[in-house]
């Protein structure tokens, strides 16, 4: 679309508790989410997409924190679930007038000649994920009905490895069968997802894989083994202007880190 401009940002494992005195690995995610929303705004996002562990013990509680804590935000906000959520119990608090269903929470919208399809990865009662073949499904239907238009795929958890031991033992289990169904659809550019509480960027088959840091505490991604970090946490913003993508990382500290534009031709040597 010449001449338009988006810009969104994604966040990601907000990790809110209810208990307001709470620590996890020494972090305040409260305070976290509180320094964050006004370097949000300041950027005046189209809208954000958060994909996933908004909260961290699946209760109602703190789902009514955290909508408190976003009240400020003055994008929209697209939300995932992630391992630590509860589908019941997020849409009785974010959809008070829909039934509390423990349904995947899928979504698919257009913004800027672009296609965001948002997928729901939680297994219940587990840490890894999974997308269920109705998901699957439903992601196939979409990209095919659509192919024509430039897609960007978002779920919680990571849908190639990260060369941790532990966390890839934790993150999607059928993979395969995603990849699969991205590569019968050329349109799809780039998937963004959480989870692994680091930055990774991969490109695989033409599609751009990227994470981003947790709003909270970060796994370190030197160790094979759990070791939690109080590095600065931080999102990412996109702005598409003109056909161009652009990347940055933000973190709370103030630093902003300009990624490689998605346009770089990748050399293969042989
Ligand atoms: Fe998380
Ligand atoms: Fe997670």
């Not at 908004?54 to 929209?76: C, F, G, K, M, W």
């Amino acid at each position: 679309m010449p001449g338009s401009r988006l810009c969104f940002l994604h966040i990601s494992d907000l990790h809110i508790l209810g208990d307001e005195g709470r620590r996890q690995h020494g972090a305040d995610t409260a305070a976290i989410l509180r320094q964050a929303v006004p370097l949000m705004n300041a950027l005046r996002p189209d809208f954000i997409i958060a994909s996933g562990d908004l909260i961290s013990d699946e209760s109602e509680e703190s789902y009514r924190r955290l909508r408190t804590l976003l009240q400020p935000v003055e994008a929209p906000i697209h939300f995932l679930l992630g391992n630590h959520d509860d589908r019941a119990a997020f849409r009785r608090v974010f959809h008070p007038g829909e039934p509390p269903s423990a349904d995947p929470l899928c979504q698919a919208f257009e913004r800027g000649g672009i296609r965001f399809l948002l997928l729901d990865s939680m297994l219940p009662g587990k840490v890894e994920g999974r997308l269920a073949s109705d998901q699957l499904d439903w992601l196939e239907g979409e990209l095919a009905a659509h192919s024509d238009r430039p897609t960007w795929v978002f779920l919680h958890h990571q849908p190639l490895p990260i060369y941790l031991r532990w966390l890839d033992a934790l993150g999607l289990q059928n993979q395969e069968e995603f990849l699969e169904v991205l590569a019968r659809h050329p349109q799809v550019e780039v998937v963004g997802y959480g989870h692994v509480h680091q930055v990774r960027r991969w490109r695989y088959r033409g599609v751009l894989f990227v994470s981003v840091p947790a709003l909270a505490f970060q796994f370190s991604p030197l160790s094979q083994e759990p070791e939690i970090t109080l590095e600065t946490p931080g999102f990412r913003r996109v702005e598409i202007s003109n056909g161009e993508r652009r990347h940055w990382l933000h973190f709370l500290d103030g630093r902003v880190v300009p990624e490689p534009p998605l346009s770089a031709i990748p050399i293969y040597i042989r």
